[in-house]
């Protein structure tokens, strides 16, 4: 079953953290990153700034996020 590119995003803006939203949806950390990256790579911008401790929203993400 693919990964809803949707339902990530909006996980990974409610938790702010990959790792546990892999671990909630049962996915592996990469196959989550490797999905942002697919969103944003199909929207052309970037929506979160990474970091050791979790991510953040940019302001193109925070826009974004009542669309979805």
């Known amino acids: 079953m693919p990964i809803n590119k949707h339902k990530v995003f909006l996980k990974v803006a409610a938790i702010k953290n990959i790792s546990r939203v892999a671990e909630e949806m049962n996915y592996t950390q990469s196959a989550i990153s490797h999905t942002i990256k697919a ?4 929207l052309g911008v970037k929506l979160f700034v990474r970091s050791k401790t979790g991510v953040t929203l940019t302001a193109v993400a925070e826009e974004l996020l009542p669309l979805f």
């Open 39 to 42: 969103l944003e790579t199909e």
